[in-house]
């Protein structure tokens, strides 16, 4: 279902929903459901793992969503893949207002999703979001040149990254 463009004895494929590669021949899937993660702190029990629990409401006084701690102004998340993939996208759902009708959207800002082969070293650009966020926003973050890794993570600059859900996804 791609579309290839011939340039003088080379071409480009721009491909359809769900695929990706030089040829479109490569499905892409979600690979972060369920899988280990971590974040740099937890707000009480607002833990990594509620990113991936497949929860995807966005009032946090209800919805589990992850969240980082107060204080903690370079915060981060990250998802151990459990083998290695290239990454396509990463797809964040943003905190919505809550019930009492606060919105604190605009939080997420800078959020940088870099990429690695070890834990110790996820420092391969996959892409960026400026922000700020808007309430139950659904923010696709691309990763142009499809970059190979085990780890993700999502780094921002910002206090309380608060995480609804995370997807990821590549091949
Ligand atoms: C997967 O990532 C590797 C390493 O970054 C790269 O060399 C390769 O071209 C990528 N594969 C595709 C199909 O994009
Ligand atoms: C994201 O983080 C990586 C690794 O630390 C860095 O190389 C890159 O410049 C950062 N990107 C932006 C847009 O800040």
């Known amino acids: ?5 011939n ?11 769900g695929w990706a590669g030089a040829l479109c021949n490569e499905a892409v899937s979600e690979l972060a459901s369920g899988k280990p993660v971590k974040q740099s702190t937890t707000y009480y029990s607002s833990s990594a793992n509620f990113a991936v629990d497949g929860n995807k409401g966005t009032d946090f006084s209800v919805h589990k969503c992850a969240c980082t701690n107060v204080g903690d102004l370079f915060p981060w998340w990250s998802v151990d893949l459990q083998a ?7 797809r964040i759902i943003n905190r919505g207002k809550d019930s009492s009708g606060i919105d604190v959207a605009a939080r997420l800002r800078y959020v940088n999703v870099t990429v690695g082969q070890t834990e110790s070293d996820v420092n391969t650009p996959c892409g960026f ?18 970059p190979q890794g085990r780890f993700v993570k999502i780094s ?16």
């Open 7 to 17: 340039n003088d004895g080379c071409f480009t494929c721009t491909c359809a929903d």
């Open 156 to 171: 921002a600059e910002t206090e309380y990254l608060t995480l609804c859900e995370v997807e990821v996804f590549g091949f």
């Open 1 to 5: 279902g791609g579309t290839f463009t």
């Open 129 to 146: 979001f400026d922000g700020p966020g808007t309430a139950s926003q659904l923010v696709v973050i691309d990763c142009p040149s499809s």
């Open 84 to 90: 290695v993939y290239n990454i396509t996208s990463v």
